[in-house]
């Protein structure tokens, strides 16, 4: 979802990506034709493995303001750096075709190779309302807009990306993308190649994989509070049973919604009991609906009213930010002042699932030694009553995306190490 990574403090909308807040449709203004020609026929569909693939993650939450994982993509295969979110399905890279408006990458711009999508195949259907009319048959447009006004209008086309899987198997799915030749940033934009689809939409990368008997319909990641961490698919990584899991809403047709949960506040239940929660890889920080935003800064400045520290209006890294009498170095030396968050989600009977929030969750250290707030309000980002949970939140824990269960998990994991083989996470 793009929707905050840093610039979050002025409008913003992820890299939150609300990415996941995307359409895929029909614009007024003209679009382009490209020019390289229509594909060659896809290829047939690959024995089912059991297996999954991972990938390192790169980046951070603070000062960087984002993550980013590198995937080889076409025939030669070339690096690009991706953002990785779950709030979209359509993956899709900067593309000379030739390019109208593109902006600064780390790689030479994607060059499509006689592989253009039709509009008529059911992958381009999905990404248009029902009764939309094909303004060129012979290939399928597509326009993403995300939550902080930022776009990508393009071409979708189909590539090689080569995977290596933990049992040792190589191969090279043929899978759809976006060839974007006109890129709008949002206040939010991050210097990157493209944006890597995660959603349950059948565009996404994971679907598309799943379609093709390539693994199971399962993503996670597991994002460091050091940096890095890593990125799956597939389902053979974990033991189920160690992993804390409530259902997906079943309403939720492309973000991954956990429902309705509490909000609770150093143990002790708050007034807010139906925040309709969001996970979203692709925005750096959690965002709460209006009302919640401000009741919690309520109570977080009650708490800090008879402590040593007092609101630095002169830090401008995020909306809340508070000095101490000598500058902090950690998010330890706060330790003292606030308290843990964590969301409640009702389970079966009388049984309740917690997803807590520590301090390190949703607080960091600005390079001016400040504690600040990495809660935001997600209602001036336009999120109207959704409350996101972003990267900030998801620090230091494995996060699991089951689409065959329909189900969200999460468990306390060292997201250093990167996993190689079965069960090697958990």
């Known amino acids: 979802m793009e929707i905050g990574k840093v610039g979050v403090l002025v409008v913003l909308v992820v890299l939150v990506g609300l990415s ?9 203004h003209k679009r382009k034709k490209a020019v390289f020609p229509e594909p060659a026929a896809s290829s047939s569909l690959i024995n089912i493995i059991q297996s999954s693939v991972v990938f390192p993650l790169y980046g951070n939450v603070y000062p960087l303001g984002y993550y980013y994982v590198s995937l080889s993509i076409g025939q030669p295969p070339k690096p690009y750096f991706l953002d990785p979110d779950t709030g979209s399905d359509l993956s ?239 998010v330890r030396d706060v330790k003292k002042f606030f308290k843990p968050l964590a969301l409640s989600f009702p389970g079966g009977g009388r049984t309740k699932t917690q997803y807590d929030i520590p301090l390190e969750s949703y607080l960091i250290i600005s390079l001016k030694g400040n504690v600040c707030l990495g809660i935001l309000n997600g209602t001036e980002v336009g999120l109207q009553d959704f409350n996101l949970i972003g990267d900030i939140s998801m620090q230091d824990k494995l996060v699991v995306y089951d689409n065959e269960k329909n189900q969200i998990g999460w468990a306390p994991t060292n997201c250093d190490r990167l996993p190689k083989f079965k069960a090697a996470i958990l």
């Open 20 to 28: 996941g807040w995307s359409s895929a449709s029909d614009h007024q």
């Open 92 to 330: 899709w890279l900067q593309c000379d075709a030739p390019c109208v408006r593109c902006t600064k990458a780390p790689h030479p711009l994607y060059r499509p190779n006689n592989n253009l999508v039709i509009c008529k195949d059911p992958m381009c259907a999905s990404l248009h309302p029902p009764g939309y009319k094909c303004e060129h048959p012979e290939q399928c447009d597509y326009e993403v807009e995300y939550a902080d006004g930022g776009s990508s209008l393009g071409v979708l086309v189909k590539d090689v990306f080569p995977l290596n899987f933990t049992n040792g198997l190589r191969l090279a799915p043929r899978l759809a993308l976006g060839c974007g030749y006109d890129q709008i940033p949002g206040p939010s934009y991050h210097p990157l190649d493209g944006v890597l689809g995660l959603g349950k939409g059948k565009s996404s990368i994971v679907s598309q994989l799943h379609s093709q008997g390539v693994i199971r319909n399962v993503v996670g990641h597991c994002v460091s509070s050091h940096g890095g961490g890593f990125l799956f698919f597939g389902d053979d990584l974990y033991d189920s049973s160690r992993v804390v899991w409530t259902p997906m809403l079943r309403d939720q047709h492309t973000h991954y919604s956990s429902g309705y949960a509490e909000l609770i506040l150093g143990g002790k239940t708050t007034v807010f009991k139906n925040l309709l929660v969001t996970f979203d890889s692709g925005s750096s920080y959690t965002y709460l609906n209006s009302l919640a935003y401000q009741a919690l800064v309520h109570l977080v400045r009650r708490e800090l009213s008879e402590k040593p520290v007092r609101e630095a209006l002169d830090d401008q890294t995020l909306p809340l930010c508070w000095r101490g009498k000598r500058p902090f170095k950690s």
